[in-house]
T-cell receptor, first 115, second 112 residues
Framework: AQSVTQPDIHITVSEGASLELRCNYS??????LFWYVQSPGQGLQLLLK??????LVQGIKGFEAEFKRSQSSFNLRKPSVHWSDAAEYFC?????????????FGRGTQLTVWP | KAGVTQTPRYLIKTRGQQVTLSCSPI?????VSWYQQTPGQGLQFLFE???????NKGNFPGRFSGRQFSNSRSEMNVSTLELGDSALYLC???????????FGPGTRLTVL
């Protein structure tokens, strides 16, 4: 069965510090992988995606993620966090076949940024 | 291009009533997916429509239904509302369903 695990419910970092949010997935085939961000009361904004090719992908707002097939992981990183990055982050997986048009989401990681 | 729009943004209903939510996808996108977001269950997939046909459905009761029109706009309907239906309902569009999904701002439904 398809599933996504985000082990960290809440992470607190200081402004300017580096950030890594973890994501592990379970999927029967080669997945499509996504990271979305959600501010309070808002919809989801796409940060980056991995479909194929280079396993290190760059996204918006200075974020990047690395796909590691051997570890079934797709961790999100940012070298220097800004106060405006405080939000909830969701990792998601999708594919073809029976899961067409459907994203499987993790439970999210809430990021707090200290000034 | 304009993004995904959802109307209304906020809705208050009472138990037993029914509600219809609307979603207009990005121009040219033919796939619309719906999700329910609650603090307890997180983001859960409701259903996906492509070219007016439901292609995929999540594990929700029959009270939850949807449809898609020829212009790709979609509506979802919840009948006989229950308190547990209070949630943020998100719609997302993509060109074909296997592509990246772009989300609207959501409709916040409160059931009293």
């Amino acid at each position: 069965a398809q599933s996504v695990t985000q082990p960290d419910i809440h992470i607190t970092v200081s402004e300017g510090a580096s950030l890594e949010l973890r994501c592990n997935y379970s999927y029967g085939a080669t997945p499509y992988l996504f990271w979305y961000v959600q501010s309070p009361g808002q919809g989801l904004q796409l940060l980056l995606k991995y479909f194929s090719g280079d396993t290190l992908v760059q996204g918006i707002k200075g974020f990047e993620a690395e796909f590691k097939r051997s570890q079934s992981s797709f961790n999100l990183r940012k070298p220097s966090v800004h106060w405006s990055d405080a939000a909830e982050y969701f990792c998601a997986v999708s594919g073809r076949g029976s899961t067409l048009g459907r994203l499987y989401f993790g439970r999210g990681t809430q990021l707090t940024v200290w000034p | 291009k304009a993004g995904v729009t959802q109307t209304p943004r906020y809705l208050i209903k009472t138990r037993g009533q029914q509600v219809t939510l609307s979603c207009s996808p990005i121009s040219g996108h033919r796939s619309v997916s719906w999700y329910q977001q609650t603090p307890g269950q997180g983001l859960q997939f409701l259903f996906e429509y492509f070219s007016e046909t439901q292609r995929n459905k999540g594990n929700f009761p029959g009270r939850f239904s949807g449809r898609q029109f020829s212009n790709s706009r979609s509506e979802m309907n919840v009948s006989t509302l229950e308190l547990g239906d209070s949630a943020l309902y998100l719609c997302a569009s993509s060109p074909g369903g296997t592509d990246t999904q772009y989300f609207g701002p959501g409709t916040r439904l409160t059931v009293l």
